[in-house]
């Protein structure tokens, strides 16, 4: 099994992995799949070979800050995601690594995009950039480092996670995007890969086990294809088979035009996985109709997961985009409400958490059901985690016995200590009553997971879930509830910040989209000339809407850009390997 990788214009064997998109609109998202299948095969032949070489190439300088610690993703076509020691800020990071020798002007321009993304979000669901370095041979991406991997792992590990997780990471996953679409912002990549994951950590001096029983706290990576749609739309079709929307995949290339409402279409077939252990939909497969993005809910494999997440579920894969859920209207949904649910259990003095024996007993029956399940959960009958039921029960030993050993305890410990802390806030922050997204990120702790007793009947591990934790989320997302629905928005980006000139006197990149409107009687060539002619009569700050999204490059140079008119500006068209 492996991930699978965007859908990329750029499928060529010199494509950055990373940031590779499709916003080709000359081909057919036929084309551009068959194009991606090439990227990940050479992909699959790179991998391993190049492990840190990418990393090597760092400038002394940089090397001697970061000190290598491990390979997180090995290097894939030019760039490598790594697990490093920043010796200045005295942590760990992850360092995604980028190769500058073989990215087109495009990728280049897209890295600088992502980059200029991440430096304006600031949420606890979402990875924080740290630090940005940009050397003569790579680009470098200091994030936090989420130490647990991401959820695609671990699906791939333990099938199935049981819908009292899935609600917790749902929740986090949704107020990621809600942020994000507040600020018209649309991640276009959401997949198991893109959300990193992380577990309590452990206080100094105890033994944590390195389970997931306890708490999954989450946020968004990858925000390579993401694009700031200041209208709200974007027309570029990009993403990931196998999690694009029917808006996406069904309008004529020309017309397609879509909203933020493809994020949550995405993050339905995330949902799907992590309760059911298996897709929606065959990855990597172009669908041929819009039958073949209907979706199906087998009834053995549906039937274990509770009405409110199946509702969940359903609610974001609404073919109909204008009435498909929004990340701010899940957050009401009854599954949220439903932190009173074993109220007895969940709500008891925390000396009472304990995990009984039985519970997890019970558990192990319902693993290797799962299992037996696994694969009809695609449309196509072929299964694309392929989680056999040894390596299933084997987990679930593994799980089981964590579960009811002393480590658990410790945890519990872990959970409650931060719990507090988490609480504590929340409760100050309740009373101030500030509705804004920046000053709920920056005050409250993310929730944070717990053990408890959980009567884990129909799920396939067990994943017992404090109520303090409960609680919290219930404060939050009860938070998120008052405030109105375009609260949070007024902040808006700056794009020409974004993407031009990082320092004053330095040449920087920027897209005109606006002046590339092609017209079918003009060739290439022309197109071009016609940039250069047209140029005059546009200003650089009308950049509109998902402007970004067209492959037109023009490169500024100037000697004091603080200061320069735009007409002042020299613009020059820059040759972009595709489309034109
Ligand atoms: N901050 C992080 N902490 C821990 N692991 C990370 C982090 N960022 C990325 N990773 C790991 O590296 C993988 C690749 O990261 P990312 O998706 O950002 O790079 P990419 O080059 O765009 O990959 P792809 O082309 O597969 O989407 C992720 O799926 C995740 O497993």
Request: hydrophobic share 35%.
């Amino acid at each position: 099994m492996s991930k699978s990788g965007p859908i990329s214009s750029s499928g060529t064997t010199d494509s950055v992995d990373s940031s590779s998109t499709f916003s080709n609109s000359n081909l057919t998202v036929a084309e551009m799949a068959a194009r991606e299948v090439a990227r990940l095969s050479q992909q699959r032949t790179q991998k391993g070979g190049g492990s840190t070489a990418i990393f090597l190439q760092l400038s002394d300088m940089l090397k001697h800050r970061y000190k290598l610690i491990s390979t997180i993703r090995p290097s894939i076509s030019n760039s490598e995601v790594i697990l490093a020691y920043d010796q200045i800020l005295d942590t760990q990071v992850a360092l995604k690594v980028i190769n500058k020798a073989s990215l087109t002007e495009a990728e280049k321009w897209r890295v600088l995009r992502e980059t200029g993304l991440l430096k304006k979000l600031s949420h606890p669901n979402i990875i924080k950039l740290q630090d940005f370095h940009e050397t003569e041979t790579c680009y470098v991406f200091v994030l936090e480092y989420m130490k647990d991997g991401d959820l695609f792992d671990l699906v791939k590990q333990t099938g199935a996670l049981a819908s009292d997780q899935v609600r917790i990471i749902a929740a986090q996953v949704a107020l990621g995007l809600r942020y994000l679409h507040s600020r018209r912002v649309i991640h276009r990549d959401i997949k198991p890969e893109n959300i990193g994951i992380r577990f309590p950590t452990p206080s100094e001096g105890d033994d944590v086990p390195d389970n997931h029983e306890n708490w999954t706290e989450v946020k968004l990576i990858d925000f390579g294809l993401s694009t700031y749609a200041k209208s709200g739309r974007a027309r570029t079709p990009c993403g990931t088979l196998g999690y694009m929307a029917p808006e996406i995949l069904f309008i004529g290339l020309h017309e397609c035009e879509y909203t933020s409402a493809v994020d949550m279409w995405a993050f339905g077939c995330l949902l799907y996985i992590l309760l059911t252990g298996a897709p929606p939909f065959e990855l990597g497969i172009v669908p041929q109709s819009k039958l073949d993005v209907v979706v199906s809910y087998p009834p053995s494999i549906w039937s274990k997961v509770p009405a409110n997440a199946q509702q969940a579920v359903e609610a974001c894969l609404n073919p109909n985009p204008e009435t498909r859920i929004t990340a701010a209207k899940f957050l009401d949904l009854e599954w949220f409400k439903e932190d009173d649910e074993g109220e007895d259990e969940s709500t008891g003095p925390r000396d009472d958490v304990t995990v009984g024996d039985a519970e997890c007993e019970s558990n192990d029956g319902d693993i290797s059901e799962g299992t037996s399940d696994n694969s009809t959960g695609s449309r196509s009958g072929r299964s694309y985690f392929s989680v056999d039921s040894r390596a299933r029960s084997e987990a679930a030993e593994k799980s089981t016995a964590q579960t009811k050993g002393r480590a658990q305890k410790v945890a519990v410990g872990i959970a409650n200590q931060r719990m507090d802390t988490a609480e504590s806030r929340m409760k100050s922050r309740m009373v101030e009553n500030s509705s804004s997204d920046e000053d709920l990120s920056s005050e409250v702790d993310p929730p944070i997971g717990h053990v408890s007793k959980h009567k884990a009947k129909g799920l396939h591990q067990p994943v017992p879930v404090e109520a303090k934790r409960a609680k919290s989320i219930a404060a939050l997302l009860a938070k998120y509830k008052d405030e109105q629905e375009d609260g949070g928005a007024a902040t808006e980006f700056d794009l020409e910040s974004l993407t031009v000139d990082r320092e004053p006197n330095v040449e920087g990149w920027l897209r005109l989209s606006d002046l590339l409107r092609p017209s079918a009687s003009k060739d290439k060539r022309d197109r071009e000339f016609e940039l250069q002619t047209e140029r005059k009569e546009e200003t650089f700050g009308s950049i509109e809407g998902d402007s970004d999204e067209r492959h037109v490059i023009v490169r500024v140079t100037t000697d004091d850009r603080s200061s320069a008119e735009p007409e002042e500006v020299a613009v020059n068209v820059v040759h972009t390997p595709s489309p034109f």
